[in-house]
């Protein structure tokens, strides 16, 4: 319990970073986790080189485990390029989470990244791997 | 005559009966407050079908065999339990299928296809479960019919002056008891309604039965559907009731083996009810289990079982007030079945689930299969606490507890 909720965790999703809205965004998706109804839309403004990301920003309401490591993303993939993000694994991001998760709560926690590799998609054409291109098609706006 | 009193029930001594209580979760005994989305099995249940598999068991109405013989009078046995169950005047009007859900998907696709067309009204209420609205809903889209919603008011009690704004109803489909937030409904009523402009009344009793003494010549409905898993039998088994004059009318659901009368390469023709219905090998075991767990339910006493959850929903309302910052949904005790629907103020239901689970206290979060209920009511999502025949007080207070922890650790 106290694992799961650990301090980290808490103080993302008390005090999110990177919390807001990017009007008029370069790349932007919004995503919906139907099974609880958590909700994520991602906005991503470029640097000069098109490429590199300069702000990226998320809004929407969720559960602690989806707005934590919604938040801890927006902290991972500052000053990354579209492409290195498209082939960020997600390993990545759970091992930044760093509890362990049922598969319900699993979904949770990579709902933002997923968001994040749709908006991606569809502003650059980056790959979109397998296990997301189904999110792309049904709850994805 | 003397007044009988109603049989009180001891759920501490029911308790001993389910093994499911015999474990510990993360260290703690466990309270089971999910009994909404499927109850637990009494031993009884589970030894009928143990020696159902080691003595009895053979494919039913075919074999001249005894152990066939000894099968088939298992599972028809059953379906005199079932007709009794709901008060049906036939046992052949009682289907058994794989779910309250099938059952519902066999009137809505059996009855829905041939009765329904332009110009006619589907009228189901805010208050379906997903498996007595989407297939409704589809099947009023594939015969050009309109689907309509009966609406619920703010305590989620449903608004029985607006069905004078309908005309040209053709189906009425409501559930008994609400399973998102515990509401009993006036089937009776809405039965008579519908009868008088012609239309057909489909009950879903999927959260009703288990908790409430079912009649369906008294509820004056044309179809009933209700399951066993949420009535302490095994899952994958429900079971239908139908008036044998729509459903002697009614086509075939599905087709194959044991519901037919001839197949010609011509022409196939149907059998019987309620054999026409029943196509494949059915869950035969499971049909027994659930036998067994009706007779279980009923040696308790129904009305007992009501009248139990009616106060532990009055409790639970009360301990959860004591917390703080916890808004409950649904009508007030009195008219309410064993669920409590509620949410932590800015904490979402999913953390509330999880801090509890910690505890040993399992609840459900999440919308309930009830999608169109959760937007009338304005949340994505709420926690459902919802209780049985076994469920004891202390439960509860470790429920409360609980919350005053998930305050704590998230408020």
């Excluded at chain 1, 919906?32 to 920003?57: A, H, R, W």
């Excluded at chain 1, 319900?104 to 791997?129: D, E, I, N, Q």
């Excluded at chain 2, 068991?57 to 065999?65: C, L």
């Excluded at chain 2, 459903?247 to 309620?274: C, D, Y």
Aim: hydrophobic share 40%.
């Amino acid at each position: 319990m106290e694992d799961l909720y650990r301090e980290v965790i808490l103080d993302h999703y008390k005090n999110p970073r990177g919390h807001g809205v990017i009007e008029d965004a370069d790349a932007q998706a919004e995503g919906l986790n139907p099974l609880c109804g958590d909700e994520v839309t991602i906005y991503v403004q470029f640097g000069e080189d098109g490429e590199t990301v300069d702000e990226v920003k998320f809004s929407g309401r969720g559960c602690a485990i989806s707005q934590a490591s919604t938040s801890m993303l927006m902290e991972m993939v500052q000053g990354r390029t579209a492409t290195e993000i498209a082939e960020l694994p997600k390993e990545d991001l759970l091992e930044e989470v760093g509890i362990p998760l049922t598969p319900v709560r699993l979904k949770c926690a990579l709902l933002g990244l997923g968001v994040l590799k749709v908006a991606l998609h569809r502003a650059k054409g980056t790959p979109l791997p397998q296990e997301w291109a189904g999110l792309d098609e049904l709850d994805l706006k | 005559m003397a007044v009988t009193a109603r049989p009180a029930l001891d759920a501490q001594k029911l308790r001993a009966d389910f093994p499911i209580f015999e474990q510990k979760i993360h260290g703690k005994p466990l309270a089971y407050l999910d009994s909404a989305a499927s109850s637990q099995k009494p031993r009884q249940v589970l030894d009928a079908i143990r020696d159902f598999y080691e003595n009895s068991y053979a494919n039913v109405h075919r074999g001249v065999y005894l152990l066939s013989e000894r099968a088939t009078e298992a599972y028809e046995g059953a379906r005199e339990t079932a007709r009794e169950f709901v008060n049906a005047p036939a046992a052949r009007e009682v289907i058994f299928t794989r779910s309250a859900t099938e059952s519902i998907n066999l009137v809505a696709y059996a009855w829905g296809l041939d009765n329904l067309g332009p110009g006619d009204v589907v009228l189901v209420t805010e208050l379906e479960h997903h498996s007595n609205f989407a297939p409704w809903q589809y099947i009023a889209k594939r015969t050009g019919a309109e689907f309509r919603l009966l609406p619920i008011d703010d305590q989620g009690e449903l608004q029985l002056d607006a069905l004078e704004e309908h005309d040209g109803v053709k189906v009425v489909a409501a559930n008994l008891v609400s399973n998102s937030l515990g509401t009993v409904n006036p089937v009776t009523k809405l039965a008579a309604w519908a009868h008088e402009r012609g239309a057909i009344m489909v009950v879903d009793a999927a959260q009703g039965a288990p908790h409430h003494r079912v009649d369906v010549q008294e509820l004056g409905c044309d179809f009933l559907a209700f399951s066993s898993h949420k009535l302490c039998g095994p899952s994958g088994v429900g079971a239908l009731w139908g008036r044998a004059e729509l459903l002697e009318q009614m086509a075939p659901f599905n087709l194959g083996g044991h519901m037919i009368r001839s197949v010609k390469a011509e022409e196939t023709t149907w059998g019987e009810l309620p054999y026409k219905f029943e196509a494949g090998t059915m869950p035969i075991a499971e049909v027994v289990g659930f036998g067994t767990a009706m007779d279980y339910v009923t040696a308790v006493g129904v009305e007992a079982i009501a009248d139990y959850e009616s106060e532990l929903a009055a409790y639970a309302l009360e301990r959860l007030a004591e917390v703080g910052g916890v808004l409950t949904y649904g009508p007030p005790p009195e008219r309410r079945a064993g669920i409590v629907s509620f949410n932590v103020e800015g904490i979402h239901p999913h953390d509330v689930a999880q801090v509890l689970d910690s505890e040993g206290v399992a609840i459900r979060a999440g919308h309930h299969c009830c999608q169109p209920l959760m937007k009338r009511l304005g949340v994505a999502a709420t926690n459902r606490a919802s209780f049985y025949l076994y469920t004891v007080p202390d439960e509860i207070d470790r429920l409360a507890e609980g919350l005053h922890k998930t305050r704590k650790i998230l408020g």
